[in-house]
Every structure is written in structure tokens, then in C-alpha cells.
T-cell receptor, first 114, second 112 residues
Framework: ETGVTQSPTHLIKTRGQQVTLRCSSQ?????VSWYQQALGQGPQFIFQ???????GRGNFPPRFSGLQFPNYSSELNVNALELDDSALYLC?????????????FGQGTRLTVV | GDSVTQMEGPVTLSEEAFLTINCTYT??????LFWYVQYPGEGLQLLLK?????DKGSNKGFEATYRKETTSFHLEKGSVQVSDSAVYFC???????????FGTGTQLKVEL
């Protein structure tokens, strides 16, 4: 059973650029959620994907978008990067099953916007 | 909306001391409650969970009891070790979805 993996681990981008972060979900999981963790804060929910469809979204602007692929891996895209987008981006996978509510997190992608 | 409030850190303890990290929540319905731990430079690891009132989650010597009457889920450990130094996050999952709502985290430092 493979865990949740994210790539890249670190990334530096310039304000105004676009970035794509990737996440491979744990085997057997069909749901991927993305979180933004600013320094010294708790993770904030960005959105969730279930079977390739967006299934819930937090308070983030439309320039944050995502995809989920048939193998349940996922991408997070952020357009027009701002300095405040600098954060650790965490991906979590889980099964959408009320009896299996545990989310497994990847190690995160550290994004720095300069 | 859902929210989680946990005590601010950092909390500094000597090895073998007793640990309590307070966590209270606001949620509609009957949420599931979690404690996650984050070691430096890493993602989040689930430490323990409780899915209904009066459930006690436990793992690696840590315990927390789901108290609906006080809307609390305090984390405790009887004897901490240096290796327990990390940031601890209390979180809830509301009914109907898999979204997690986190507290701001409590940094724990355990010294010899």
C-alpha cells in the first residue's frame, strides 16, 4: 500500500506566475482534498475532489483550481500568484465512506512566492 | 460555521511531565474529532480520533475523550518524551463531507 505523495517538495515562483502542484492518492482512495497551511497556522481547506468532480470548496478565489484524474491523482493550479500564496500545500486522500473517515496526508509542497 | 479553538503555544515541558493541550469546538450536528501531529518539515499524521460522544481515542500513550456537553477534545499524555516535540493540531470533520477544520496548532517542546 503506497502512501500519499506530493511533488515537488519545494518551489519558488515569482509574483504573477502560475504554478501546478501534484498529488498521488493512497491506493484504494477516491477522494483528494487540498489544504493551504500558512506559517504558524493550521491548514485551511481549499477544495476536495471525488471521482474527478469538485465536491466542496473553501473560501479561496477562483484562481485556485484543481483536477482529479481517473487514477484519482490530483493537481492544484494557482494562477496570478500573490506573495500571500506562500505556504505549505498539503494534499490528503481518503475514501468517501462514513465508516472510513481517516484522511492521510502527504508531506506537502512548500511554495515560496517572491 | 465549524471552528476549532486550541490553546496557544509553545508549551515547554520536562521529560516525563504530564501533558494537556486543550481543544474546544463549534459545529452543527455530530462531528468526528481528530488530533494530528506535525513533525518539523513533514506533513500531518493522524494521532487519534473519536467519532461519537464519550468515545476515547488513544495512541502512543496519548488520549482524548469526546465531550459533547463541553464541546471539548483535550489531548493528554501521562509522561512525555523528547521525541514528542512537534506541533499538535485539533481538527473536526462535520457531518456530510470529508472537509477537515483545524485549530491553529500547539507547539510542544519537551526538554531533558
Amino acid at each position: 500500500e503506497t502512501g500519499v505523495t506530493q511533488s515537488p517538495t519545494h518551489l519558488i515562483k515569482t509574483r504573477g506566475q502560475q504554478v501546478t502542484l501534484r498529488c498521488s492518492s493512497q491506493s484504494g482512495h477516491n477522494t483528494v482534498s487540498w489544504y493551504q497551511q500558512a506559517l504558524g497556522q493550521g491548514p485551511q481547506f481549499i477544495f476536495q475532489y471525488y471521482r474527478e468532480e469538485e465536491n466542496g470548496r473553501g473560501n479561496f478565489p477562483p484562481r485556485f483550481s484543481g483536477l482529479q484524474f481517473p487514477n484519482y491523482s490530483s493537481e492544484l493550479n494557482v494562477n496570478a500568484l500573490e506573495l500571500d500564496d506562500s505556504a505549505l500545500y498539503l494534499c490528503a486522500s481518503s475514501g468517501l465512506d462514513r465508516l472510513n473517515t481517516e484522511a492521510f496526508f502527504g508531506q506537502g509542497t512548500r511554495l515560496t512566492v517572491v | 460555521g465549524d471552528s476549532v479553538t486550541q490553546m496557544e503555544g509553545p508549551v515547554t515541558l520536562s521529560e516525563e511531565a504530564f501533558l494537556t493541550i486543550n481543544c474546544t469546538y463549534t459545529a452543527t450536528g455530530y462531528p468526528s474529532l481528530f488530533w494530528y501531529v506535525q513533525y518539523p518539515g513533514e506533513g500531518l499524521q493522524l494521532l487519534l480520533k473519536a467519532t461519537k460522544a464519550d468515545d476515547k481515542g488513544s495512541n502512543k500513550g496519548f488520549e482524548a475523550t469526546y465531550r459533547k456537553e463541553t464541546t471539548s477534545f483535550h489531548l493528554e499524555k501521562g509522561s512525555v518524551q523528547v521525541s514528542d516535540s512537534a506541533v499538535y493540531f485539533c481538527a473536526l470533520r462535520g457531518g456530510g463531507g470529508n472537509k477537515l477544520t483545524f485549530g491553529t496548532g500547539t507547539q510542544l517542546k519537551v526538554e531533558l
